[in-house]
């Protein structure tokens, strides 16, 4: 009678059938995840430049894109965007899930590089003002490479939770594995196989990554630290 | 009669309503020595900011080699300058700091190379060989491809100011460049300063609390006072015929110390 509620069998004949999402679940988390990364530059930049009405607007929109469900955004991208007159566009599924998670993270991602560019001290912005470094060259070679090392397990944190949230683009249609799995359990009137699958699937990335993310982060707080015990070990050696 | 490289004049600073400074007037000739001595918050350190563009003068006008600094011409009307003006101007003009300040992501060598190489365009092969030689003369020569972090706080200075050289500045800023210093590191660094005032032709203005030192090397003594120049002029003129009642004071507890 157990097999009434768990079938090997009904597992072996769902495992390929999920694991067939698996290249669009992770796929679509890599693509969310890099027009995050780009988009968040976009909130940053616009947010430092001084201008009060404009850092209201920028401020509201994201405070709006944040404070609404990620589900309602993919809807609103998928279903209602094509409807509105002149600037409406019909999007594949996997477009929309891009740019409605995309965005919905850059504001937090935005935030982060935020707090990155911040804690960089405020001599290196006098130095580089002393050494007449361009704007351009200012930010790429004097603060952010100091600002961005530091926000990498974050931002890993944030792919992970990203990576979480891929599912909901199932809902507009992205043959992800829930997609996938939900599909077999109802043409086969079994869930708990294929949805016990997809939630192993989601334990065995995301534990993995988290104890890498972990690793990254105990690795960015001592770099420069690192160079220098290194740097010693050497000499120590040679001597 | 040789022109001022710097001009200041009737400049005033104040960070909300505390006034800084109130009306300096100053001229810095071309390899010209000056000393800015006084008690702290008297604006030492606002008179340099102000000419590195860290600050900018709530009025007054400072010109450098002929130009306004802070304003600049549009439409026959003065206007305030924007960056780009700020950064045409500023290129003479090179600046130590009490904190360094110096790019912990790049090497020794990196950090003097970055700027000739990036803001000046200038020849990669022929930056190294200056940026190296230039750190061998502040003594740091065996420590090229080290970072920031594995040094003592004499030693980044060192690099801080081999770094400013390297840029060939007209003039050169010191802002308080031993004062974050622990004691026994104050002479290394005191000696490159010497060694720069002796052997190069740019002007340097020296805000320091290094009294004798100061004494020592400049042409010209500033004391500055409640955000005023209260008194000008050589060192033994400034220290031993001056009869302004607050220097003495002020010099006095620096000898009783």
């Known amino acids: 009678m157990n097999s009434t509620y768990w079938s090997w069998d009904t597992f072996s004949e769902a495992l390929p059938i999920v694991l067939k999402g698996l290249g669009i679940t992770v796929?679509?988390?890599?693509?969310?995840?890099?027009?995050?990364?780009?988009?968040?530059?976009?909130?940053?930049?616009?947010?430092?430049?001084?201008?009060?009405?404009?850092?209201?607007?920028?401020?509201?929109?994201?405070?709006?894109?944040?404070?609404?469900?990620?589900?309602?955004?993919?809807?609103?991208?998928?279903?209602?965007?094509?409807?509105?007159?002149?600037?409406?566009?019909?999007?594949?599924?996997?477009?929309?899930?891009?740019?409605?998670?995309?965005?919905?993270?850059?504001?937090?991602?935005?935030?982060?590089?935020?707090?990155?560019?911040?804690?960089?001290?405020?001599?290196?912005?006098?130095?580089?003002?002393?050494?007449?470094?361009?704007?351009?060259?200012?930010?790429?070679?004097?603060?952010?490479?100091q600002a961005l090392p530091p926000t990498i397990p974050m931002l890993g944190n944030y792919f992970i939770i990203m990576f979480k949230e891929v599912p909901l683009a199932s809902t507009i249609g992205v043959a992800g594995i829930l997609l996938m799995a939900n599909t077999y359990g109802a043409q086969n009137w079994a869930y708990l196989e294929p949805l016990t699958i997809v939630g192993i699937i989601f334990l065995l990335l995301s534990y993995p990554s988290a104890i890498l993310i972990k690793k990254l982060e105990i690795k960015m707080n001592t770099r420069f630290d690192k160079k220098a015990t290194l740097e010693n070990t050497k000499k120590g050696a040679v001597m | 009669?040789?022109?001022?490289?710097?001009?200041?004049?009737?400049?005033?600073?104040?960070?909300?309503?505390?006034?800084?400074?109130?009306?300096?007037?100053?001229?810095?000739?071309?390899?010209?020595?000056?000393?800015?001595?006084?008690?702290?918050?008297?604006?030492?350190?606002?008179?340099?900011?102000?000419?590195?563009?860290?600050?900018?003068?709530?009025?007054?006008?400072?010109?450098?080699?002929?130009?306004?600094?802070?304003?600049?011409?549009?439409?026959?009307?003065?206007?305030?300058?924007?960056?780009?003006?700020?950064?045409?101007v500023r290129g003479d003009i090179g600046m130590v700091f009490q904190h360094f300040n110096l790019f912990p992501h790049m090497t020794i060598l990196e950090n003097c190379m970055s700027a000739p190489i990036h803001v000046k365009k200038e020849d990669k092969n022929e930056v190294r060989e200056r940026a190296i030689q230039m750190l061998e003369r502040v003594g740091l020569g065996d420590k090229l491809n080290n970072y920031p972090n594995q040094l003592s706080g004499g030693q980044k200075q060192r690099v801080a100011m081999a770094r400013a050289l390297v840029m060939r500045p007209k003039i050169m800023l010191f802002d308080e460049v031993t004062s974050a210093l622990d004691p026994e590191l104050v002479g290394e660094v005191l000696e490159v300063i010497r060694d720069i005032a002796r052997n190069d032709d740019m002007a340097m203005v020296l805000v320091t609390h290094e009294m004798d030192f100061a004494l020592d090397i400049a042409d010209k003594v500033l004391f500055l006072d409640e955000g005023v120049i209260a008194e000008q002029g050589t060192a033994s003129e400034v220290i031993e015929h001056s009869t302004n009642e607050r220097l003495q004071t002020f010099l006095h507890r620096f000898r009783s110390v």
Do not use: C
Request: glycine share 8%.
């Open chain 1, 27 to 145: 796929g679509l988390t890599i693509t969310s995840f890099l027009f995050a990364l780009i988009f968040g530059f976009v909130w940053t930049f616009l947010r430092r430049i001084r201008n009060k009405p404009l850092n209201w607007i920028i401020t509201w929109v994201m405070e709006f894109i944040r404070s609404t469900p990620p589900l309602v955004q993919l809807f609103f991208i998928y279903y209602a965007w094509p409807m509105i007159p002149g600037i409406g566009v019909t999007l594949s599924p996997f477009t929309s899930a891009v740019i409605g998670l995309g965005i919905h993270f850059s504001t937090y991602i935005g935030e982060i590089y935020r707090s990155g560019i911040e804690a960089v001290d405020k001599g290196q912005w006098e130095a580089a003002k002393a050494l007449n470094f361009s704007t351009v060259d200012k930010w790429r070679r004097i603060i952010l490479p």
């Open chain 2, 1 to 88: 009669m040789v022109e001022p490289i710097v001009k200041y004049r009737n400049v005033h600073k104040a960070f909300g309503d505390f006034k800084v400074l109130k009306g300096i007037d100053l001229d810095i000739f071309p390899a010209e020595k000056i000393a800015v001595i006084g008690p702290s918050g008297s604006g030492k350190t606002t008179i340099i900011r102000m000419l590195m563009t860290l600050e900018e003068p709530t009025s007054g006008d400072i010109i450098v080699d002929g130009t306004n600094l802070w304003k600049m011409e549009k439409n026959g009307e003065l206007i305030r300058a924007n960056e780009k003006h700020l950064r045409d």
